[in-house]
């Protein structure tokens, strides 16, 4: 079974700061797609980025960038010049290529601070 | 299209009651997908659908959850005889096929008294 980790529970940065929010994950497998899903408080999801694992380059969605790292199962995310609409919670998510299911992480909970 | 849409936002019930919810996807997607969330935790698959056909069921849904997606279009998720542990957020998402984004709904908060 797969398992994503997200090891800290709460973040702040300044406005206009740049933060990474930590993932890692455990898999046997070597196809999936890695996500990163961001929940505003009113609780809808929206999904922010994603990976092929297969895909050696990092994926970038404007402001938003990842580090995957397969060999160290990392994904990292980084948020460059945050912004007060970046408050939410973040969650890191692992879809295997076999199934539709996503797993996810606890969560970070981001605050961006005026 | 307004996007994935849930049913009620929110619903109080007391212990032993049967509760159901809706969700209606974006029109043309044929995957919907239903998952529980706990207060502090991140969202757990509970199952889904490929069009009508239910593809999947996780080991949570207990034989008190029952869900169903009639002719492909909307889908319903039951819980029978409710328990204080069924309390949480329950997020239906939808696709249009499993290599393209899943969008969720803003869910339906159970809480059981």
């Known amino acids: 079974a797969q398992t994503v980790t997200q090891s800290q529970p709460e973040m702040s940065v300044q406005e206009a700061e740049t933060v990474t929010l930590s993932c890692t994950y455990d898999?046997?497998?070597?196809?999936?797609?890695l996500f990163w899903y961001k929940q505003p408080p009113s609780r809808q999801m929206i999904l922010v980025i994603r990976q092929e694992a297969y895909k050696q380059q990092n994926a970038t969605e404007n402001r938003f960038s990842v580090n995957f790292q397969k060999a160290a199962k990392s994904f990292s995310l980084k948020i460059s010049d945050s912004q007060l609409g970046d408050t939410a919670m973040y969650f890191c998510?692992?879809?295997?290529?076999?199934?539709?299911?996503?797993?996810f992480g606890t969560g970070t909970r981001l605050t961006i601070i005026p | 299209d307004t996007g994935v849409s849930q049913n009620p936002r929110h619903k109080i019930t007391k212990r032993g009651q049967n509760v159901t919810f809706r969700c209606d996807p974006i029109?043309?997607?044929?995957?919907l997908y239903w998952y529980r969330q706990t207060l502090g935790q991140g969202p757990e698959f509970l199952t889904y659908f490929q069009n009508e056909a239910q593809l999947e069921k996780s080991r949570l849904l207990s034989d008190r959850f029952s869900a169903e997606r009639p002719k492909g279009s909307f889908s319903t998720l039951e819980i029978q005889r409710t328990e204080q542990g069924d309390s949480a957020m329950y997020l239906c998402?939808?696709?249009?096929?499993?290599?393209?984004?899943?969008?969720f709904g803003q869910g339906t908060r159970l809480t059981v008294v």
């Open positions: 998510a692992f879809m295997s290529f076999g199934n539709e299911k996503l797993t």
């Open positions: 898999t046997s497998e070597n196809n999936y797609y």
């Open positions: 029109s043309e997607h044929n995957r």
């Open positions: 998402a939808s696709s249009f096929n499993r290599d393209t984004e899943a969008f």
